[in-house]
T-cell receptor, first 114, second 115 residues
């Protein structure tokens, strides 16, 4: 079946640094979503992308829908301590399809540098 | 807006016991989803409902799992009998409608431990 590869699996951040993570799929996707999950809570939607090449920002977060439709990127600028958590990408291959066809990546865990 | 409410937050039970997880979706949302999250497999969709009707239960791992949605404001996920490999965090999510641009709102999950 369809799979999403999310990288890196984990990373450490120092306050003020920029952070990048990405997600690739084995097939073409037509929707890309980015979620954040804090400890003990459910995922919360950060950014939704519906068009190839689309670049969307939400505060310090910027996400892009790759031109090939097989990847997406999430960047966090000037990271702050509350950015720690797990970031998930999610994608859907069918146009205008059901939420039931949403596939999630395994997540990128952001931690603070010791 | 109270968000999606799940109960209990934590459940510890012994193998063979019946477990019932509960979910109250956001008022006015017509679609409800049950997910399971584990370290190995990440977030997996188990089943989802539109207007209280189950649409796709292909993600339900075995006959031991069942889900119901008797009305628009309540759903249950039942495991009977439970097994240690069922240990995971179970999330309920709801959306206004089952369309690509209607975002999922997740509850805070139920952490299930089966010993």
């Amino acid at each position: 079946g369809q799979q999403l590869n999310q990288s890196p699996q984990s990373m450490f951040i120092q306050e003020g640094e920029d952070v990048s993570m990405n997600c690739t799929s084995s097939s073409i996707f037509n929707t890309w979503l980015w979620y954040k999950q804090d400890p003990g809570e459910g995922p919360v939607l950060l950014i939704a992308l519906y068009k190839a090449g689309e670049l969307t920002s939400n505060g310090r977060l910027t996400a892009q829908f790759g031109i090939t439709r097989k990847d997406s990127f999430l960047n966090i600028s000037a990271s702050i301590p509350s950015d720690v958590g797990i970031y998930f990408c999610a994608g859907r291959a069918d146009y205008g399809g059901s939420q039931g066809n949403l596939i999630f990546g395994k997540g990128t865990k952001l931690s603070v540098k010791p | 807006d109270a968000g999606v409410i799940q109960s209990p937050r934590h459940e510890v039970t012994e193998m063979g016991q019946e477990v019932t997880l509960r979910c109250k979706p956001i008022s006015g949302h017509n679609s409800l989803f049950w997910y399971r999250q584990t370290m190995m497999r990440g977030l997996e969709l188990l089943i989802y409902f539109n207007n209280n009707v189950p649409i796709d239960d292909s993600g339900m791992p075995e006959d031991r799992f069942s889900a119901k949605m008797p009305n628009a404001s309540f759903s249950t996920l039942k495991i009977q009998p439970s097994e240690p490999r069922d240990s995971a965090v179970y999330f309920c999510a709801s959306s206004w409608e089952d369309s690509y641009n209607s975002p999922l709102h997740f509850g805070n999950g139920t952490r299930l431990t089966v010993t």
